[in-house]
């Protein structure tokens, strides 16, 4: 694994300079979709304005060191590097993108997870986001919920209770693990698209994560919301690397009004 890191960093160089300071994380929407209409899923690469707390592109990042998948309600998993396009006019320029069908009513995952070193730091990213198939707005179906489970392992944000109550004015609650075990004292923020965050700690934002890793937003709106989490393990050494940085993202496309 070790000489892999290596190799791929010597044959992509800078490219993983800027996907270690930056933040990676994956966006569709609506939150619920009908069935078998058309989901555009985002790979995204930014968040790295006013300390990895901002909503807005910068680069784009390499495909090879990266997995991108999507989970369907039965458990079938597709790799959507097979049928990703590139939105952008230059190498560093826009974002990825994959579209998907809906082909089975319930809940989706999509899972991305990078991992690269940049000069002697190790950096590992996990991040997700979720969207539902429907045929009936008006009844929600929970097929492929019970699937959606902890990787247990890495940094990653959970979320805590049912996807689909999410919506504007409500609580939304997530669980920050560090390999399957809560992470406390640890500092969320989470950035709405097209909200920018006071410099230094911003209390609108921004969480702290309690003594079983729990933090609690309320979305004023309805509108993209990005979870971000980063944690630094100075004891994860290896060839190359002094350390190892964690970062974890979710996004949630919160409706304006719930759906149940």
């Known amino acids: 694994m070790k000489k892999w890191i290596m190799a791929v960093?010597?044959?992509?160089?800078?490219?993983?300079?800027?996907?270690?300071?930056?933040?990676?994380w994956v966006q569709s929407g609506p939150l619920v979709a009908r069935y078998q209409d058309v989901v555009h899923i985002d790979l995204m690469l930014g968040n790295h304005g006013n300390n990895h707390r901002d909503f807005k592109l910068a680069s784009k990042i390499s495909l090879e060191p990266c997995t991108l998948d999507l989970i369907q309600p039965d458990g079938s998993k597709t790799n959507l590097k097979d049928s990703i396009t590139d939105m952008g006019s230059a190498p560093k320029e826009g974002f990825w993108t994959s579209r998907f069908?809906?082909?089975?009513?319930?809940?989706?995952?999509?899972?991305?997870?990078?991992?690269?070193?940049?000069?002697?730091?190790?950096?590992?990213?996990?991040?997700?986001?979720?969207?539902?198939?429907?045929?009936?707005?008006?009844?929600?179906?929970?097929?492929?919920?019970?699937?959606?489970?902890?990787?247990?392992?890495?940094?990653?944000?959970?979320?805590?209770?049912?996807?689909?109550?999410?919506?504007?004015?409500?609580?939304?609650?997530?669980?920050?693990?560090?390999?399957?075990?809560?992470?406390?004292?640890?500092?969320?923020?989470f950035i709405p698209r097209g909200a920018t965050l006071a410099e230094g700690r911003d209390s609108n934002y921004e969480r702290t994560s309690d003594a079983n890793g729990f933090v609690t937003f309320r979305p004023a709106e309805g509108n993209y919301v990005l979870a971000v989490a980063h944690h630094i393990a100075t004891d994860e050494k290896g060839e190359g690397y002094d350390k190892t940085h964690y970062g974890a993202t979710l996004v949630l496309p919160v409706p304006q009004v719930p759906f149940r």
Request: hydrophobic residues 45%; neutral net charge; charged residues 15%.
């Open 101 to 189: 069908v809906t082909q089975q009513l319930g809940f989706h995952q999509v899972l991305h997870t990078l991992d690269v070193l940049h000069g002697t730091t190790r950096a590992i990213k996990t991040s997700k986001t979720y969207f539902i198939a429907s045929s009936c707005f008006g009844a929600i179906p929970t097929v492929g919920a019970d699937r959606i489970q902890p990787l247990n392992k890495g940094l990653e944000l959970v979320v805590d209770g049912a996807i689909e109550a999410v919506a504007a004015n409500r609580d939304l609650r997530l669980q920050l693990l560090w390999n399957g075990k809560p992470l406390p004292n640890v500092d969320v923020a």
């Open 9 to 24: 960093c010597v044959s992509l160089g800078c490219v993983f300079s800027q996907s270690a300071a930056h933040d990676t």
